[in-house]
């Protein structure tokens, strides 16, 4: 089994700045793509950002400029540094492991629990 746990939410002022982390634990032998997604209540949970195990970048149009996603292969773990955070940057930030390889040969994609960022006005 593979668990994803976030950390790093909180509660921020407008134009203030979080970091969130996320490590995958598990018999993990590689991950292909880890990502942050959000969700406001009653909405869709949507992409935020998107990094692939070489490297490679994508971000929403919302969060482009602000955001910065990164990861450690080494230590299975992602990060998302959000700066210039607004008020409606405040929801629900999940993290999301694509092409998971665990020792068995299985793969899967798994999501953590979720963690709170609230931006102040």
């Known amino acids: 089994q593979v668990h994803l746990v976030e950390s790093g939410g909180g509660l921020v002022q407008a134009g203030g700045s979080l970091r969130l982390f996320c490590t995958a634990s598990?018999?993990?032998?590689?991950?292909?793509?880890m990502a942050w997604y959000r969700q406001a209540p009653g909405k869709q949970r949507e992409l935020v950002a998107t990094i692939t195990s070489d490297g490679s970048t994508n971000y929403a149009d919302s969060v482009k400029g602000r955001f910065t996603i990164s990861r450690d292969n080494a230590k299975n773990t992602v990060y998302l540094q959000m700066n210039s955070l607004k008020p409606e940057d405040t929801v629900v930030y999940y993290c999301?492991?694509?092409?998971?390889?665990?020792?068995?040969?299985?793969?899967?994609?798994?999501w953590g629990q979720g963690t709170q960022v609230t931006v102040s006005s």
């Open positions: 999301n492991a694509q092409g998971v390889l665990l020792a068995t040969g299985y793969v899967g994609d798994y």
């Open positions: 598990g018999s993990i032998v590689s991950i292909n793509t």
